[in-house]
């Protein structure tokens, strides 16, 4: 029927791809080029300079833009590039409430580097709604949220937590780089602003670094664009090039992700040497409720305590063998971290077990693997790191 809307697995293979039109190629071209030769002084066809405007790197926010229902899309060159340019985009003076379950690189931005430039940040549990409205201050302009959080896995309610911001005049963006659009799209909920780091689960095959920003409001993109010129954060064409391969098999990977996922903590819960399983795929969960309501599956990322001290932890993680011990999540592979002396090693013990992110807590990013590997994999790490402990 014409002009009706794509769905996601279409959009996630055409949105913002055309054949080149000099040779046909189907794949979008990696284009080479820092500049473009132009007919006259401001006389070109589109572009002039490639930090400011890049063909490969233009069918990219194409692409993502449309996987998250949104009209505009703006790359950079890491997560915590797009990150720190919507943080730009404030002024001194101007107050974020943001949760305080987030990952330990946009708590080190936010603390180290941008409140010394006049800006003010407040970190509260943004699942407790009136804890968030409590932050709230005159000048408050940001509430940052991320849902499922990094790396407890809470989940905020996006459209009521929308609602009260706005009835403040606050603006709302959600970090969404751990459902991916996939499974949620914050924009549809009332989000202004939407954020990731596309390394993770839509470049999917741990070989890019990237991040992008996705918005529906104009005053927003305008801002936004001005600053990824100014500051000039963008993407490579390799880089882009990339990212559109990893987008187009989003939807299938995701829906292996999602399944294997919950295998593994559905096996963790039941498991006699794991303490607690963070999971919002589980009945249990706080947040399950909700998750259902706002998702379209649970995602691939799981966090378990495993009974005994800090030292048992970190001899389990090292001795998977299909798990590979390693920084990072959402690619095909599986891989397992110790969030507090990894990911998040930069936030302070006491501001991380205020989120619950004890000094044991393992993180997972549940691959694509064959998930009877993955079970066998974790049992034999367990069941080794308590036989050598028993030593």
């Known amino acids: 029927m014409p002009g009706k809307e794509q769905r996601l697995a279409t959009l996630a293979v055409h949105a913002g791809q055309r054949p080149d039109p000099v040779t046909g190629a189907i794949m979008t071209p990696v284009y080479f080029t820092s500049t473009y030769v132009q007919d006259g002084p401001g006389k070109h066809k589109g572009f002039d300079y490639a930090r400011t405007v890049h063909p490969t790197r233009l069918a990219l926010e194409a692409n993502l833009a449309a996987l998250e229902g949104g009209r505009f899309g703006l790359c950079f060159s890491s997560g915590m590039a797009a990150i720190s340019t919507v943080i730009e985009a404030l002024d001194s003076g101007d107050h974020v409430v943001s949760c305080h379950d987030l990952y330990g690189g946009t708590y080190r931005v936010f603390t180290k580097v941008f409140q010394r430039f006049g800006l003010a940040f407040s970190f509260v549990d943004a699942s407790d709604l009136s804890a968030v409205e409590a932050a709230l201050t005159a000048k408050t302009k940001l509430l940052w949220v991320e849902t499922p959080s990094n790396p407890m896995l809470k989940i905020t309610d996006i459209r009521a937590l929308c609602d009260l911001a706005h009835a403040r005049g606050v603006q709302v963006c959600v970090d969404n780089t751990f459902a991916s659009p996939a499974l949620q799209r914050p924009l549809e909920l009332g989000a202004d602003v939407v954020v990731h780091s596309t390394t993770k689960y839509l470049g999917g095959h741990s070989d890019v670094i990237g991040g992008c920003v996705v918005t529906n409001d104009q005053a927003w993109f305008d801002k936004l664009k001005f ?104 690619g095909v592979e599986s891989l397992i971290g110790h969030p507090p002396t990894m990911t998040h090693g930069s936030i302070p013990r006491e501001e991380r077990l205020k989120s619950g992110l004890v000094d044991g807590l393992i993180r997972l990013s549940v691959g694509i693997e064959d998930v009877e590997d993955l079970i066998d994999d974790l049992d034999q790490a367990i069941n080794r790191s308590l036989a050598v402990a028993s030593l």
Do not use: W
């Not at 009945?283 to 800090?310: N, V, Y």
């Open 227 to 330: 600053l990824q010129n100014s500051v000039g954060a963008v993407p490579g064409p390799m880089d882009c090039f990339l990212l559109l391969r990893g987008t187009k098999t989003l939807p299938l990977r995701m829906e292996r992700h999602c399944e294997n996922a919950m295998t593994v903590a559905k096996h963790l819960l039941g498991h006699p040497e794991v303490a607690r399983v963070h999971y919002p795929g589980l009945a249990h969960h706080p947040g399950h409720e909700i998750a259902k309501r706002q998702m379209r599956g649970f995602g691939g990322m799981i966090s378990f305590e495993l009974k005994g001290d800090l030292e048992r932890a970190k001899r389990m993680i090292s001795m998977t063998k299909v798990f590979s011990l390693a920084e990072s999540l959402g």
